[in-house]
């Protein structure tokens, strides 16, 4: 023990005070150092102290502490032990009560009820620590994909793929959000429960290669899907376009109200456009015109036949390969006459960086589990271990504290006040225990300062002798009575 305060003192090397270290090594060597060793304590303790006084004794950080806190060091820590406790114990309660709120929802519109709802929480729990996600925001989740008619497998799937997307997606800050992102682009293109993996990778491997954030591509997709979609785009052209755009214009709402608007000048959906609350300033009036305007302007053709649209994507692509040689006039005119004149900004910024688009499309064909192995290295982090750390606290919170003691708490709660206030309605006046009660869990707290408890021989007290007087007999207590403070002493 004295050769490892050497070493960890270095200051005491050459120092009177080292040498009687030293000196004290020797002696606990000697043969008659058992008899000693009462002495030899006793040096080696004022050794340390001299040493300290001396400042030869390297300060630790407690030490520090003490030196800077003095005595009340203990004090402070243990004070500080005790809020972090109470901390502990409010986040544990306001877990299990989000967890219970969450639960309630998903109830209102699934079947989970008993074993099967013992067995949902069971694998919430599971995946809420795995993705790193709370268990109410994994439920929540859940019960969002059922209030649109899917499956309770396929609710809990799209539960864990919106909160894959939140975890991936650059700008996404919640799972509400993500969820909002998918459900609005799974319900435009009208694609299964089971390709809701397929969405998310090609959102996260545009938007990790191409000039646009998953929130975008979120924003884009959830103004365009649907009309989009109606113009016989996939979603993969969609997003392409979208990129494209919003390298430019920066802007995801102007990009996804552009494409929204763009796939119905291209078919002149004039009426689709009016309920949509788009102007229609500029928009052909028949199929049959715009088709044979544009041809004569840019030698594309709208239509693969006499009766189906070429896609959107297919039509701009074409437009984009012969963009170049047309002349400023026609440019313009091509723009209002495809997109109107609020969208011409937006229009052309996709001919003119059609290679954006085609980058995307690639990206878009190259994005199997993309989003999974991205959200390893998430996990890894720090932000993503802390994450878990949460999810796991959620789950042990609802160990800690079971929900149906908390609300069978509230409930006696609740019993107890409702009988406090049916006796001074009938008194008029607090019963002697509720009285009791009353001041004790109001304390701290002094807007509650109506009454006070005095004995029953102080002047005043008789008034409510009589009417107590039962109470007092059945608890057997000191005679303490309940006495407005604004009584007379």
Not at 134 to 159: F, H, Q
Not at 372 to 380: F, M
């Amino acid at each position: 023990m004295i050769h490892d305060y050497l070493d960890a003192n270095k200051k005491l090397q050459g120092t009177d005070t080292g040498k009687g270290f030293y000196e004290l090594l020797n002696a606990l060597n000697s043969s008659d150092a058992p008899a000693r060793i009462g002495k030899l304590k006793k040096r080696y303790a004022e050794l340390r102290a001299e040493s300290k006084q001396l400042g030869l004794e390297t300060e630790t950080l407690v030490d520090k502490f003490e030196k800077l806190f003095g005595q009340h060091l203990s004090t402070m820590i243990t004070m500080a032990a005790l809020h972090k406790m109470q901390d502990a114990l409010r986040i544990v309660y306001q877990n299990v009560v989000e967890i219970d709120t969450a639960v309630t929802e998903l109830r209102k519109v699934s079947e989970y009820a008993g074993k099967s709802l013992e067995e949902y929480m069971g694998r919430a729990s599971e995946q809420a620590q795995k993705l790193g996600v709370s268990i109410s925001d994994y439920i929540n989740s859940t019960a969002d994909w059922k209030r649109l008619g899917y499956s309770d497998e396929d609710a809990e799937n799209m539960a864990t793929y919106s909160t894959l997307l939140k975890n991936v997606g650059d700008g996404i800050d919640d799972v509400n959000t993500s969820s909002s992102y998918l459900i609005s682009t799974m319900q435009g293109f009208g694609l299964l429960a089971d390709q809701a993996e397929d969405v998310v990778n090609k959102i996260d491997a545009v938007a990790n290669t191409q000039p646009v954030t998953a929130k975008d591509l979120g924003e884009i997709l959830t103004r365009s899907s649907a009309a989009m979609s109606a113009a016989n785009n996939t979603l993969e052209e969609t997003i392409a376009l979208g990129t494209a755009a919003n390298a430019v214009i920066q802007d995801a709402d102007t990009v996804g109200t552009t494409l929204k608007s763009l796939s119905m000048y291209l078919r002149a959906a004039k009426s689709d456009a009016e309920n949509a609350g788009i102007e229609v300033d500029g928009m052909a009036n028949s199929v049959s015109e715009l088709r044979s305007e544009l041809k004569s302007l840019t030698g594309v053709d709208i239509m693969l036949d006499s009766k189906n649209f070429k896609s959107t994507y297919q039509i701009m692509k074409e437009l984009s390969q012969v963009w170049s040689g047309l002349s400023d006039v026609t440019q313009a005119n091509v723009t209002e006459m495809i997109g109107g004149k609020r969208n011409a900004n937006a229009v052309s910024a996709i001919l003119n960086n059609f290679s954006v688009a085609e980058s995307a499309m690639e990206s878009a064909a190259n994005s199997a589990n993309v989003a999974w192995a991205e959200n390893e290295k998430y996990l890894d982090s720090i932000q993503g271990r802390l994450a878990q750390l949460n999810a796991s606290f959620q789950a042990l919170s609802t160990d800690v504290l079971d929900s149906g003691l908390v609300k069978t708490v509230v409930s006696l709660a609740t019993g107890l006040t409702k009988a406090a206030d049916a006796m001074i309605k009938f008194t008029g006046a607090i019963p002697m225990g509720a009285g009791i009660a009353t001041f004790i869990t109001q304390l701290g707290k002094p807007k509650m300062t109506g009454f006070t408890i005095v004995p029953s021989n102080t002047p005043g007290g008789d008034t409510e002798q009589a009417c107590c007087a039962y109470y007092i007999k059945c608890c057997s207590a000191r005679e303490y009575l309940v006495k407005p403070t604004n009584m007379a002493a």
